[in-house]
C-alpha cells in the first residue's frame, strides 16, 4: 500500500496547476502590454496599450478567483515562489496600466479615412498638455494590433488631426499623412509615412 501511496504523492507533488499557470501567463502578458503604445483595433473601436493591459489583468484575477473558490487545496507545486511570480506582473502590470491610463486623460484616437488601396489604415492618437500637444501614428491593416510608427509635437496645445488641418494620400503600398500647424505653431515633423508591411 505505501509502495503505491508514494507514486501518488509524486504525481501530486510535480502536479501543476493549470488555472494558476494560465492566471500567470495573463499577467505577465498584461505587465508587458501594460508598459508598451500597442493598440488593437476593431470595426468602431480603439483599443489603447491600458485597457487591452486591464482586460489581461481582469482575466488573471478571475481564473484565480474561480480557482480558489473550488476550495480545493492547492497543488504543491503552487507555493512560495509561485506566488511571488505571480504578485510581481500583477504589480508591474498595475503600475503600467495606471500610468498608462494617466497619460491618455484627454487624449483621442481615430482611424481616418481613406483607406489604402490594400485595406491598409492610418489611426492617430492625439493629446495636449499645458502648452504643448503631442501625436502618434499607427498602421492597421482592416483589424489588428499595431505599434506607433511616428510621432509628433505641436505648439499650443495644436491637434491637427482634430482640427482637420491634415491630408493622408495613398500610393499603391503606402501613405503619407501630412499636418499641417497653424501659423507660428508647427507641428513637427510634419510628414508620416503609413505601411502595413
Known amino acids: 500500500m505505501e509502495a503505491e501511496a508514494e507514486p501518488e504523492q509524486r504525481r501530486e507533488a510535480a502536479a ?5 499557470v494560465l492566471a500567470l501567463v495573463c499577467a505577465v502578458l498584461a505587465a508587458v502590454v501594460g508598459w508598451t503604445d500597442l493598440i488593437l483595433v476593431v470595426p468602431g473601436w480603439v483599443l489603447p496599450h ?33 506566488w511571488v511570480a505571480f504578485t510581481l506582473p ?10 498608462g491610463g494617466l497619460g491618455d486623460v484627454g487624449a483621442e484616437y481615430r482611424v481616418l479615412e481613406p483607406a489604402g488601396p490594400d485595406g491598409c489604415r492610418a489611426v ?17 491593416k482592416g483589424f489588428g494590433f499595431a505599434l506607433p510608427v511616428s510621432s509628433w509635437i505641436a ?10 488641418r491634415y491630408e493622408l494620400e495613398w500610393g499603391e503600398r503606402s501613405g503619407v499623412l501630412t499636418l499641417h500647424g497653424r501659423e507660428g505653431d508647427p507641428v513637427m515633423p510634419a510628414l508620416h509615412g503609413v505601411d502595413c508591411r
Open 16 to 20: 501543476v496547476d493549470r488555472p494558476f
Open 155 to 164: 505648439d499650443d496645445n495644436m491637434r491637427p488631426v482634430a482640427a482637420g
Open 50 to 82: 491600458w485597457v487591452l493591459g486591464g482586460i489581461l489583468l481582469l482575466a488573471a484575477a478571475a481564473v484565480r478567483i474561480h480557482r480558489l473558490s473550488r476550495r480545493r487545496p492547492p497543488a504543491r507545486a503552487v507555493t512560495g515562489w509561485w
Open 90 to 99: 500583477v504589480v508591474v502590470a498595475a503600475t503600467g496600466i495606471g500610468l
Open 124 to 140: 492617430v492618437r492625439e493629446n495636449s498638455f499645458l502648452v504643448m500637444g503631442d501625436g502618434s501614428v499607427y498602421a492597421v
